[in-house]
């Protein structure tokens, strides 16, 4: 049997298990289709002194998971098993044409950002089960919000050095497509009597908003490890133990006022009566005067 929640935010678990979980997934989400579903490219053009051996309209597409290497096309069976960015120039040499590829290769990081997001959303699909779900399975033993926990925790950091690994990998993603180094690559650019120059660069946004999103992921996950953190065991035998030292505080502390308002009170009774005169004393004194008056 299951039970359904109806109410999402009647505690923190609750909370976790509807609210920041669709958060979650979003973020998650946002981040691999901005990153996996890049494709982009770069225009260049070589005008030679021979107009007949220019051109004008190099296009060099690139995409996910920016698997790029600076070789030579006779060193090219030593990568064959990754997915290459090639193109070819010409040299304005004749007719012979010249093999490029781009420099670098971020596809490690790029990978691993990806797959730490597509991770992420499938267990924050599965905890959302579970959390409307299965709540009598969830809190048995105590195990799920420790499993849970551990998860959070586990996600938090993995999406932190995914962002940031990714980050770095961006930044190298952006320096092999410069079309500034990507003119420097090219043979007939260097003589100047050929004119090399960029059409248009690629655009950049997209990676950008995954990096953002990896971070927003992080922080995120971060903030939800206190939500988690509450239904453990851990945070209920520590709220017992700090519990039961106030009780045994405020139990003495009643004692002890209670002790102290009777002993001021008969302490207090007992000093008025001693310090209070009688009627005899008074009468004994009174008299004094009197007696002395018939002696003289």
Not at 134 to 146: A, M, W
Not at 164 to 190: I, R
Not at 223 to 244: A, P
Request: proline share 3%; net charge neutral.
């Amino acid at each position: 049997m299951y039970s359904i929640s109806l109410n999402p935010l009647g505690d923190s678990r609750r909370y976790r298990g509807h609210s920041c979980l669709t958060d979650e997934k979003l973020f998650a989400i946002f981040a691999f289709a901005t990153c996996g579903g890049y494709s982009g490219g770069l225009r260049l053009s070589v005008d030679c002194v021979n107009k007949t051996e220019s051109n004008l309209s190099i296009d060099i597409a690139f995409a996910y998971p920016f698997s790029i290497s600076a070789r030579w096309a006779q060193d090219w069976h030593l990568l064959s098993k990754l997915q290459q960015v090639t193109f070819e120039v010409p040299t304005c040499e004749g007719k012979e044409r010249q093999k490029l590829a781009l420099t670098g290769d971020s596809s490690s990081s790029a990978e691993f950002f990806v797959t730490v997001a597509v991770f992420a959303f499938l267990y924050s699909l599965a905890a959302t089960v579970v959390y409307i779900f299965f709540q009598n399975k969830y809190r048995e033993n105590n195990r799920g919000p420790l499993i849970d926990f551990i998860v959070t925790v586990v996600f938090s950091f993995l999406w932190l050095v995914g962002s940031s690994a990714w980050a770095k990998g961006l930044s190298d993603v952006k320096v092999a497509t410069d079309p500034k180094e990507v003119l420097l690559l090219m043979s007939a650019c260097k003589q100047p009597s050929n004119k090399c120059m960029a059409v248009h660069s690629p655009v950049m946004s997209s990676l950008n908003t995954s990096v953002v999103f990896g971070f927003l992921n992080f922080i995120l996950w971060a903030g939800n490890i206190w939500f988690v953190f509450k239904e453990t065991g851990w945070h209920s035998s520590g709220q017992r133990y700090l519990s039961d030292p106030m009780e045994k505080h405020s139990s003495s502390y009643n004692q002890g006022g209670y002790n102290q308002d009777s002993y001021g009170s008969s302490s207090g009774y007992s000093q008025q009566a001693s310090l209070g005169p009688s009627s005899d004393e008074f009468g004994q004194q009174s008299s004094g005067p009197a007696s002395f008056t018939n002696q003289i």
